[in-house]
């Protein structure tokens, strides 16, 4: 189902293959800023990237765990290439507090990304707890994309004031007083989705600089 998504004319396949860690977003624009977010964490770090943004119109959510990646070349080779993944998703339950979900098979990579991101972000909670994350959004199943490369992955959900910058914002391209290379500093205003990327900046340093597969 999802390479037929591919495959339509108005859905495109951004593909960048740089270092071994890779930023995935499968549900870009239907999912809004989580292709914006993966795709700024790979150009600040050298990453790789995948990203498959559809109209909004178009509304076609195929989920992870569904996605047959054999039948999809352009991902197969993405997921080849790196050795571990980040994985950008959304979700949006009306009336329930936003707070980042952090899953994925790779708990000891979710465990430190986690408290990178409590060190960036105080306004919602950031829950690592696999059994306090909904089944559906946990990012375990072996199927799902995050979880077939050589060194597993993480999984962001994350809800729509964590993903959407605001208008007035300056911040994601870099421009918001972070280091556009590093992303080390974050300026005062800052959205939660540039404070995010600069907390996957970071996390990208540190495996880097531990040689963790």
């Known amino acids: 189902m999802f390479d037929r998504l591919v495959a339509r004319a108005d859905v495109e396949e951004h593909v960048v293959l740089g270092s071994a860690l890779g930023f995935l977003a499968v549900h870009g624009w239907i999912e809004p800023g989580t292709e914006t977010i993966a795709r700024a964490a790979a150009a600040r770090t050298g990453g790789s990237a995948y990203v498959v943004t559809q109209p909004q119109a178009r509304g076609w959510h195929?989920?992870?765990?569904?996605?047959?990646?054999?039948?999809?070349?352009r991902l197969a080779a993405f997921l080849d290439h790196v050795e571990v993944v980040v994985s950008v998703h959304g979700y949006h339950v009306p009336g329930a507090p936003?707070?980042?979900?952090v899953g994925g098979g790779r708990r000891d990579l979710a465990a430190d990304l986690a408290e990178r991101l409590r060190a960036r972000i105080d306004e919602m909670p950031v829950v690592d707890d696999i059994d306090r994350i909904p089944r559906s959004m946990r990012g375990v199943d072996p199927r799902n994309p995050v979880n077939r490369t050589r060194g597993g992955g993480v999984q962001l959900e994350l809800p729509p004031s964590a993903r959407i910058v605001d208008a007035s914002?300056?911040?994601i391209d870099g421009t918001d007083g972070t280091d556009g290379a590093h992303g080390t500093v974050a300026s005062v205003g800052a959205s939660v989705a540039d404070r995010l990327t600069v907390a996957l900046v970071e996390f990208a340093a540190a495996l880097a600089r531990s040689g963790t597969p």
Do not use: K
């Not at 936003?98 to 979900?101: E, G, P, R, S, T």
């Open 62 to 73: 195929v989920s992870s765990h569904r996605i047959e990646v054999e039948r999809v070349p």
């Open 98 to 101: 936003d707070a980042i979900l």
């Open 169 to 171: 914002s300056d911040g």
